[in-house]
Each structure stands twice: as structure tokens, then as C-alpha cells.
């Protein structure tokens, strides 16, 4: 029997008035398992308007009560990692000690939200002027909603709304139509913890839901994570609406490989960056820049490192790497591969014709390695977001910086050296938000904030760490006086207020 998957209203599973279902697929089998609902505008309405309801009780909450629900949040989390997981591999693909990792950074940004109030401090400045003081507070913004793209279907809305209702808003997510069954199971994880009814809502859907929630005026802030164009159009569209803004979008991350780096180190973190996940991560490195002389033992260090990894369905424990997450994404992928020599690139392993005996109908792709691609190729210039590693050459580091700083995205990049100096110059002088130096994929730990530049974020905030808490909080600034009885009354006085 096939699966539904319905939205998460006001603390309870609805289901989908609206009729109008959508396939949810595993991508190791081509099966489709499920149908998730697509919610119309009068079911994102119902849902805004669970979360405006909860507002009135939950803004007013105390710190403790938000935190201690928070505590219990993540107890629960820590004890349903598996099955999160194994949820995770049957609707996305990958394997499941990547799923359980994507649990586990989630998990991390829960940890922040348990200690919201060390962040929720104010700020208390006395005696500014004669016995007058001044208050800096941050409130909630009411109800804010979260849209979240499918490569991590539990980790990315953790990294929104632990810190959201943590500093009392309430929230509407919207996530991915591809794999929506981890986001209901954290709705109910939440609602077991003791969240009150209407703080956390799902929405499941496609462009429908998400222009209802930029246009609903009750919807105060909006939170987005996906590939550019989108992120674009959702920066657009809120800002345009008069909502607060953050919307993350694609990547193309660079690992810049000077000729002094230790060449079997770098070689193993390109392996692991470029295909990890299947090269469906916004944090994939998907082109390694060789300066100098090392590119051709580079590249076949590489290559017999990429050629032994184990491709298989998620929930084989032998698999190091899944599927791709629906059949099209699988053929545009195959079609960079498939186009790379007539653009002038050197295909050093082609995974186009892979599969995997008895599961023919799955997503399957294998291991592509594309050498020396020039910076017009397609390759090179496109988020492929799968696993296709470009390798481009540079004769000197500035060469190499300039090539990285020339990209549209500058979502997370790295450098590998063992020159201090260099390290220093490289993280000063490259354009993006997340750098590693040795380290080839520089998520941000959870106390500290994850975020692009350029085309890889539209909006002033990155996602969690104090930039989370800013993003869903607005500033106040109370000025107190309190006058002594004993005074005479100063009178009145037309002139600006000045402080003495
Ligand atoms: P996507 O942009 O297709 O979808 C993201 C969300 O937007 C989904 O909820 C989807 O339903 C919705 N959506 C899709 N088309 C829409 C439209 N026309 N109008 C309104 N809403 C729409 O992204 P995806 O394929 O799910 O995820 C992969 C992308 O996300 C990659 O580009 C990846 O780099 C990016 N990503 C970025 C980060 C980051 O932190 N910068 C993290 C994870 C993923």
C-alpha cells in the first residue's frame, strides 16, 4: 500500500483537503512509495493561522518553559537518530551513516536553542544620563516559516526552527516535496517533547504553498534554503512583501591545492567532498584548482581513490555512496559528463553508464573525474550537484584566487598547504562565506553561523549561531527615568533631549 504523507496542523496530522497529491520516490528502486499533499492556499491559511493562534500563549512564554521543552526536544532526537535516518535514506538515497550525520548537525543547532538564554541576554547600560538608564532587548517576530530543499531534509529546517521558537516565535516549514517524511516525524518528536499545539506546522507542496506563505501578511520572516534562482525569486518576493529575508541558495566550492600540500591528504578530502552524499551537498567541493606542477599526480591520486568507492542502495551497509534523488536529476548530471570533452575538458572516469544488478529502474550514476575543464565549459560554470569532480589548473596561487573569486557563488571553499602564510593570505583575500584551510568541507559548528556570499545567499543573515537569534528576533531599546521625588520639575523644554 502506498504511503501518505499529510501536513502537520495545530498538533496533529491534516489531511490534504486540497486533493492534489504529489509522488514521493526511493531512489534505489525508482518505486514510488508515497504521496505527500500538496497544500492549497486555504491550507497554508489554516496552518498560518495555527501558528498566529499559538503566538498569543507561546511569545509570552517564559525562557524556562521554551528551554526545558527544548531539553526534552533533544533527548528525544538523540534517541530516534536511527530511525530519522533510516526515513531519510528510503526518500533521498544516501547512505545511512550520512543520514545519521545529518541528524547529529542537526541535533548540534538544538543544542544552541536549549542555551537561548545566554543568547536572549540583553544589554543594560545605567546612569547614561542623570538617573536615566538604557535597555537593549531582543523580542520574537511572531510567526516566521522556513521552505528547505531536499539534500537534507532533517538537518536544514534544525537549523531554523530550534532557534525560532527558542526565541519565541512560531513556525510554519515548507519542505522539500521530495523527501517531506523526516519533517513530520520532527513535528511529531516536538509535540511529544510538550510543544504547545501551533508552534511548529508542515506544510507540504510545491510553488502554491511557498507563494502563499510570501504574500500571507500574518508571515513575518522567511527562511530559505535551495538553488539560486529560487533563492533569488524568494528574496524578491518577501523583501517585497515587507518580510524579513534569508534565503541560502546554490554553490560551486572550490579546494585550492598548493604545490606544497601533503598531495595523499588532499587527495582523500577531495575524494570525500566531491563525492560524498553523491555530490548533492551545497558544501560538495566540485572543483579542485592544482597550483603549479602537481595537477597530473593530483589527479591520478584521485582518480584511484574515486574508482574504489562502493556505490549501492542507502540501507546496504556496504555502500559508501546512494543514489541521485529522482531520474531527471540523474540525467541532467549524466549530461555535463556526457558534454565535457567537446568543451575542451579531459574525462578521466565516467560514471554515465553505472547501475547496480536488480535495481535498474533506481537513480543510478557512477563516478565522474573531468581534468584540466576550462572555465567556459558548462561543467565548470553550473552547480551539477552530483558526483562530478572538476579539476582546473593554475600556474601560481594568485592565478588560483582569482579564478575562485571570478565564480558567482562563493558558498564554502578551502585551501590545501602546509605554508601558514599562504593559509593566512587565502582567508583574507578569497570571496565566500565558509573557508577550510586543510579542511575541505567547513561546515560551521553550531554556536557559530553558516552562510554564502555572493549568489550563494540573498539577505543580511546567515542561518543559526548569533546571526539564527538576530535573524528571528527584532531590537528594542528602552529608556528609563526614574526622577527623585525630592527634584523639582525640570519644566517644559522644546529642545532636542540631551543627556547631562
Ligand atoms: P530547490 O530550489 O529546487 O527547492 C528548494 C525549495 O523550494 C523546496 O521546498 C521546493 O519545493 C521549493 N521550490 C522549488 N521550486 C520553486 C518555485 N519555482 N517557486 C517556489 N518554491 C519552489 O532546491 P533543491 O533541488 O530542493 O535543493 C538543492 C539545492 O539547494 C542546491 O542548489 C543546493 O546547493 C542548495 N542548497 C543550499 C544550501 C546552502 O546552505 N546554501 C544548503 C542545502 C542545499
Known sequence: ???IV????GGRTVDGASGTYGPVTNPATGEVTTQVAFASVEEVDAAVAAAQQAYLTWGQSSLAQRTSILFRFRALLDAHRDELARLITAEHGKVHSDALGEVARGLEIVDLACGITVQLKG??????ASRVDVAAIRQPLGVVAGITPFNFPAMVPMWMFPIAIACGNTFVLKPSEKDPSASVRLAGLLAEAGLPDGVFNVV????????????????????FVGSTPIARYIHTTAAANGKRVQALGGAKNHMLVLPDADL?????????AAYGSAGERCMAV?????????GDTLVEKIRERAEKIVIGPGDDPSSEMGPLITKAHRDKVASYVTGAAAEGAEVVLDGTGFTVEGREDGHWIGISLLDKVPTSAKAYQDEIFGPVLCVLRARTYEEGVALINASPFGNGTAIFTRDGGA????????????????????????YHSFGGWKDSLFGDHHVYGNDGTHFYTRGKVVTTRWPDPSETPAGVDLGFPRNH
Open 1 to 3: 500500500m502506498t504511503k
Open 6 to 9: 499529510n501536513h502537520w496542523i
Open 123 to 128: 544589554e543594560l547600560s545605567t546612569q547614561v
Open 204 to 223: 507540504h507542496g510545491d510553488r502554491t504553498a511557498v507563494d502563499r506563505l510570501l504574500e500571507h501578511p500574518d508571515v513575518k520572516a522567511v527562511s
Open 264 to 272: 595523499d591528504a588532499a587527495a582523500d578530502a577531495a575524494v570525500s
Open 286 to 294: 566540485s572543483a579542485v584548482v592544482a597550483v603549479g606542477g602537481i
Open 423 to 446: 593559509a593566512r593570505r587565502f582567508q583574507l583575500e578569497v570571496e565566500a562565506g565558509m573557508v577550510g584551510v586543510n579542511v575541505p568541507i567547513p561546515v560551521p559548528v553550531g
